[in-house]
């Protein structure tokens, strides 16, 4: 937890999200932070294990050649009670802020770095949840963006620069390596490339290239046994199945209407700067 400030990238964005996120769970890691660990005793984690054991929601997933009778009654022994198992939200929505947040801590850094968080109200598997997954892969999702070919390649402002979206917490966030000189130059051009977005200032061309990367990627994904597991368990805690035939035509179906209308959602609302002259 204390390494985390030796990897800038990652503190940088932990600074980000508490800049964002007024709630303070969400401002938190997942893996908690270090002045909390120090004061827990024995006491507290048993009391939290057995909370744990006897309450919380319990999935089993096997992905294998087995004998499901087999797996079935030796899984039936374990000493599980009888728990309230009802659905519930995975979402988290915010408020927008009415101004945008930003921080700047000076450090010397031979790469500075300067992220970027915005709200994007789209919910996982809504209505507009596969234009969203296309926009981010032309935003800054891949290698084919505009922020990875304007901002790093064509005008060099940026050792890196990608976007990427969160739709349980509807938040897009943008990260970049740059010279701490070119802040705000790269700050405009970032803005300029979601403007073209909204406006569907971009070829048809590079809108199908990113659908059908989006799509290879996909297809890739489904003999891996990983994959197969992570996305039992996502239609399990969300009670949202789709079938590969549904996420295919789903994402495919997107037009450049759709993007245009995501990216006119997105809203910037915090900021956060490392680095020095």
Do not use: C
């Not at 890691?29 to 048993?46: A, N, Q, R, W, Y």
């Amino acid at each position: 937890m204390n390494s985390i400030k030796e990897d800038k990238q990652a503190y940088a964005a932990a600074k980000l999200r508490k800049l964002y996120f007024n709630n303070e769970i969400q401002q938190v890691p997942s893996f908690g932070e270090s002045e909390d660990v120090e004061k827990l005793t024995i006491s507290d984690l048993m009391d939290a294990y057995q909370k744990m054991l006897n309450t919380d929601r319990v999935e089993i997933m096997i992905s294998g050649d087995v004998n499901t009778d087999e797996v079935v009654n030796k899984l039936s022994v374990l000493p599980f009670k009888a728990r309230d198992i009802s659905q519930t939200s995975m979402s988290y929505t915010q408020e927008i802020k009415q101004e945008i947040v930003t921080q700047i801590d000076e450090e010397p850094l031979s790469q500075s770095k300067f992220d970027m968080a915005f709200r994007l109200p789209v919910v996982y598997r809504g209505d507009l949840h596969y234009a969203a997954l296309v926009f981010n892969s032309l935003f800054g999702g891949s290698a084919l963006s505009l922020l990875f070919t304007v901002v790093r390649e064509k005008m060099s402002m940026a050792y890196y620069a990608n976007s990427n979206f969160d739709p349980f917490r509807q938040l897009l966030v943008v990260q970049t390596g740059i010279s701490y000189a070119n802040k705000d130059k790269v700050q405009e051009l970032i803005l300029e490339q979601l403007e073209r977005l909204k406006k569907g200032d971009f070829e048809d061309e590079l809108l199908e290239q990113n659908k059908n990367n989006l799509i290879s990627s996909y297809i890739s994904r489904l003999d891996s046994q990983t994959s197969a597991l992570l996305r039992a368990q996502s239609a399990a805690l969300t009670g949202i199945n789709v079938t590969v035939e549904e996420w295919l035509d789903n994402l495919q179906s997107v037009t450049k209407d759709d993007v245009m209308k995501v990216a006119k959602m997105v809203e910037l609302q915090a900021t956060y700067m490392l680095g020095t002259n």
